[in-house]
């Protein structure tokens, strides 16, 4: 099992939810400290940090296209309840209007394109949807 992607089956369940539902997606992020691309790839040696921000900037743009907005990103200063041996470097709280919006914008493909930079920067990540009924929608 992948600690960066989702199984087939978490997709196909997730794909069979209420389609109108907003969400509310909270990322867990943890980086390596040296990205590793595919053998072969002309990428140049860059943190893992680094790489991730290179599918961060794609995926900012495309959540918005799809009526999205980012709640919170920062850092992670300390698990004050929980293993302590799980180390997590960043999280973010992302807001989609609907399940709907979230895999259209999954399936662009420009954002797919960008995908290589989230594999190639991630050790592990936690992706845990959220109700998001009860989120404020951004100001535009």
């Not at 990428?43 to 680094?50: I, M, V, Y």
Request: some cysteine.
């Amino acid at each position: 099992m992948s600690d960066v992607e989702p199984t087939d089956k978490q997709f196909e369940v997730f794909s069979k939810g209420d389609m109108k539902q907003p969400l509310a997606m909270l990322n867990l992020l943890r980086f390596k400290d040296v990205a590793t691309y595919e053998p072969g790839s002309k990428e140049p040696k860059r943190s893992g940090a680094e790489a991730y921000g290179l599918y961060g900037m794609v995926a900012q743009q495309k959540v918005r296209e799809v009526g999205g907005h980012f709640i919170y990103v920062g850092p992670v200063q300390q698990i004050f309840v929980g293993p302590s041996d799980v180390k997590w470097d960043m999280m973010a709280l992302v807001y989609y209007p609907s399940r709907e919006a979230f895999l259209r914008m999954v399936a662009m493909p420009d954002y797919q394109a960008a995908t290589f930079h989230r594999r190639a920067g991630l050790d592990a990540t936690r992706l845990i949807q959220c109700d998001g009924t009860s989120v404020t929608p951004a100001k535009k």
